[in-house]
């Protein structure tokens, strides 16, 4: 007679057999999209969907989204971002929230789009959280409050988001959500520019610069360069 733990043991072993081949057959299909052989990736990813691997549904989330492989369909992407998403798949919950703020497939939502970006925003997605950041300056789904804006703002800015750092220098320069600072301005605006960021350099030197003395700005610089030097982490005095 075949004893219980032979069973479980039988069943363990199966499991994981099991997890290794879905595993293989999404690395097989996110290959196949990297490569721009949408058709293939789709044959790949809809099973893996279907089985409710989230990874998987996230992806035909997003080819029906850009209508890679497929006819773009709003509809079709957001019920695969849903599911993906109610799974606490990251990129999924950030896509779910852009499409409640869009209004694309659904009507426009900005409760439900603070919602799911604060999901992604949680697991430290940049984007969700300067998107999040914005909805608490501009009172979007949720009372305005600059504090909290200012501190969804700097989790992103410390991920080098330079969009987040442009925003945060703003509101350092004006003291809107957080203590007026110059030093600090500078530093955010100089960081961002380092980043590409449109007119960071020009809002600097035309709008932070000349409101600081030539030791506040050497005590910025130092900042934004011992900051880059620790991939942004502890930013600041």
Same mark, same amino acid.
């Given at each position: 007679m075949i004893s219980m733990k032979t069973l479980l043991l039988a069943s363990t072993f199966t499991a994981s057999i099991g997890s290794n081949a879905l595993s293989q057959d999404y690395d097989r299909a996110?290959?196949?999209?990297?490569? &721009? +052989?949408?058709? /293939?990736?789709? $044959?790949?990813?809809?099973?893996?969907?279907?089985? &409710? +691997?989230?990874? /998987?549904?996230? $992806?035909?989330?997003?080819?029906?989204?850009?209508?890679n492989g497929v006819s773009q369909d709003y509809a079709e992407a957001f019920h695969w971002y849903q599911m993906a998403a109610e799974q606490g798949e990251m990129s999924a919950q950030f896509d779910l929230g852009a499409l409640y703020y869009e209004g694309q497939a659904v009507p426009q939502d900005y409760s439900q789009a603070l919602h799911w970006y604060q999901q992604a925003a949680e697991q430290g997605n940049s984007i969700a959280q300067f998107y999040l950041g914005g909805m608490y300056i501009l009172g979007r789904g949720v009372s305005k409050n600059p504090a909290e804006a200012a501190r969804w703002l700097r989790l992103a800015a410390e991920q080098g988001h330079m969009n987040a750092q442009g925003l945060l220098s703003?509101?350092?320069?004006?003291?809107?959500?957080?203590?007026?600072?110059?030093?600090?301005?500078?530093?955010?605006?100089n960081l961002a520019a380092a980043g590409g960021f449109p007119d960071a350099a020009a809002q600097r030197d035309t709008l932070i610069a000349v409101k600081m003395t030539p030791a506040q700005i050497a005590e910025a610089q130092a900042l934004a360069s011992k900051c880059l030097a620790q991939d942004y982490k502890n930013c600041g005095r």
């Open positions: 996110l290959l196949a999209y990297s490569r &721009g +052989d949408f058709e /293939a990736a789709f $044959a790949e990813f809809y099973p893996l969907a279907e089985l &409710g +691997d989230m990874r /998987a549904q996230a $992806a035909l989330g997003e080819m029906y989204r850009k209508g703003s509101m350092y320069l004006t003291g809107d959500g957080v203590p007026q600072d110059y030093v600090i301005a500078h530093m955010w605006s």
